[in-house]
């Protein structure tokens, strides 16, 4: 699942559809990222845990997440890997499967 953790909130990219953002798109850098949990279970050959604040599911360590322009970050982000931009929207927490919360789809 590609995934973001910040700030005690999931963000998912991939299952909503979205319009595509381009460099021009992105604001500032909000954080960074910590872990892959995918790499971390590849090298290590075990589970990861739950997620914490900076782990992701696939962005490399160091890589930035940015805001995207016209969108609040606790809504929806943006991070680019192997040369593609993600745009990564807020799950709704508490939810009994993946559902955007409403500020990100808004």
């Known amino acids: 699942m590609d995934f973001i953790r910040l700030d005690g909130r999931e963000y998912l990219a991939g299952f909503t559809p979205t319009p595509p953002v381009s460099r021009a798109d992105l604001g500032e850098v909000v954080a960074e990222s910590r872990c892959s949990l995918s790499a971390f279970n590849e090298r290590t050959r075990t589970d990861p845990g739950s997620p914490r604040d900076g782990d ?10 940015h805001a995207v322009h016209g969108w609040d970050p ?10 593609r931009l ?10 009994d499967h993946a559902r955007p919360a409403a500020c990100a789809v808004g």
């Open 86 to 95: 993600y745009v990564y929207l807020a799950q709704e927490t508490g939810a």
């Open 56 to 65: 992701t599911g696939f962005l490399p360590p160091g890589t930035d997440i």
């Open 74 to 83: 606790a809504c929806r982000v943006a991070a680019e890997r192997d040369g």
